[in-house]
């Protein structure tokens, strides 16, 4: 059950977005086995001047169309799994909607499964 959490510079239209939503998502269900229907996702926009970041870090040349990608997901997922998921992601944002992989920027939080409550005051995974 991961929950994500999108950050890009204002200025995106709608099916933009949406493409980033249905990307990663895609990623998440092919990669991570994460089942139809599992969809915690948001995204943020931020104006020029609340969005920060090393143009060129690790020597990757980032442009103002970088997407944060923050995943949380229960820490269940082998090395390889969380490499083919940062790789798939690039893949399906770099074909729609068209962000260049140096622009994919993607943070994977690890919890264990009894930190989760998804609703109903419940530890569903507890």
């Known amino acids: 059950m991961p929950l994500v959490h999108v950050s890009l510079r204002t200025g995106k239209s709608e099916t933009y977005r949406q493409a980033i939503f249905d990307g990663v998502y895609r990623a998440m269900n092919e990669e991570f086995n994460v089942p139809e229907d599992d969809q915690f996702m948001t995204i943020t926009e931020h104006t020029a ?21 923050q995943i949380t997901a229960n820490n269940t997922r082998t090395t390889e799994q969380k490499k083919a998921l940062f790789r798939r992601i690039a893949d399906l944002l770099g074909n729609n909607p068209e ?10 939080v690890e919890v264990d499964k009894e930190n989760w409550s998804l609703g109903n005051g419940i530890a569903q995974y507890a």
């Open 49 to 69: 001047a609340n969005f920060r970041y090393g143009a060129s870090y690790l020597d990757i040349a980032r442009s103002d169309d970088l997407v944060f990608i």
């Open 99 to 108: 962000i260049r992989r140096e622009d994919v920027f993607v943070s994977l």
